[in-house]
């Protein structure tokens, strides 16, 4: 009985929780139909699961009495317990979530890797980071940003898929089920956000060390907030607005950072790293990892390798307090 109260615990504990990647509850018509795949078969588990305990309850507690009272004799009978119970029933209960299942999957409107006529942004797996380009328009509205995808709410967005090393998997639970991102191949997806707000998620295939540390942020914004948004990501970096921040430019100019990373509008133009135009408009750094503020900031730029071992990215440690301030300063401006 308490093995029952704690199973049934369970599924309603598990029910009750919506975490921000579960997959349980969609934000998107894509992961709908796989939610609701999951819902019923959670829900067909939880009654047969039931079932059996009960069954188990039932035989444990109908007939007790000494071992030899239990010695093993041959009835004769039981034979439709085990044609129904352990061959029809289940036969049935796995039918239909098969046929269901298919159904489901034939609504995916990708699902056939067919190539959409526009995807709106590529994204390219790196070890392990996301490199996200917008290449919906013509060229003079593109431009590249990484980590954080920005999408309109209740609009479905094409994105295709592409990997600049080993395969990762793009997934984002609320809104899409994972896609693999393969060598040499080209895959496509469409999600959808029926609503503003954030949406996190994670690559889903083991990429290598730091493949727990390979966050994504998919942004759902209002259509007008997304269109401020690209407008916003469109343009080269502002010029430092104070002095402080022209120095950081410098020892940004100066330093390693330059030949890894790419600021538009400066001859900063590295394709090795993210592309930082814009670092200061993004939540998180690492690929998400870390919240994107000062102190993160100065620790990443110095201590790469203790936040993130094995990154690409060096621990440079060249700078004085002064200089490191700076660079701060003039990277937290790049709005
Ligand atoms: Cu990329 Cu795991």
Redesign the pocket.
């Known amino acids: 009985m308490r093995r029952i109260l704690t199973s049934l615990s369970l599924v309603l504990l598990t029910a009750s929780c919506n975490r921000p990647q579960s997959t349980l509850h969609s934000a998107g018509p894509a992961a709908g139909d796989l939610s609701q795949i999951g819902w019923i078969v959670y829900i067909l588990f939880g009654a047969v699961a039931l079932v059996m305990w009960l069954l188990l309850a039932w035989a444990a507690v109908r007939k007790r009495g000494s071992l030899e009272t239990h010695q093993p004799w041959d009835t004769g009978g039981g034979q439709r317990w085990i044609l129904i119970g352990g061959f029809a029933i289940p036969f049935v209960v796995l039918s239909c979530v098969f046929v269901f299942a298919m159904e489901r999957m034939s609504d995916f409107p990708l699902h056939d890797n067919q190539i959409p006529s526009t995807p709106e942004i590529l994204v390219i797996?790196h070890q392990?980071w996301w490199e996200v380009r917008y290449i919906g328009g013509p060229p003079d509205t593109q431009f590249t940003t990484a980590n954080e995808i920005h999408i309109p709410a209740g609009r479905p967005v094409n994105i295709q898929l592409e990997t600049q090393d080993v395969i990762?998997?793009f997934w984002v639970p609320k809104l899409h089920g994972k896609v693999d991102l393969i060598p040499g191949q080209s895959n496509y997806i469409r999600i959808e956000a029926n609503h503003p707000g954030n949406y996190t998620g994670e690559?889903g295939?083991?990429?290598g060390a730091e493949?727990a540390r390979?966050r994504l942020l998919v942004v759902a914004d209002s259509p007008q907030a997304y269109e401020e948004w690209k407008n916003a990501q469109l343009k080269p970096a502002s010029p430092p607005t104070d002095a402080e921040a022209a120095r950081g430019q410098e020892v940004f100019l100066s330093a390693p950072c330059a030949f890894c990373h790419k600021v538009r509008g400066t001859q900063a133009g590295g394709l090795i790293g993210p592309d930082l135009t814009h670092i200061a408009s993004r939540q998180g750094l690492a690929a998400n990892y870390y919240p994107n503020n000062p102190a993160n900031l100065a620790a990443w730029v110095t201590h790469a390798q203790s936040m993130k071992p094995g990154a690409v990215m060096p621990n440079v440690t060249q700078f004085t307090g002064t200089e490191l301030r700076a660079l701060v300063a003039y990277l937290r401006q790049l709005k």
């Open positions: 797996g392990w990762h998997s690559c295939e083991y990429c493949h390979m």
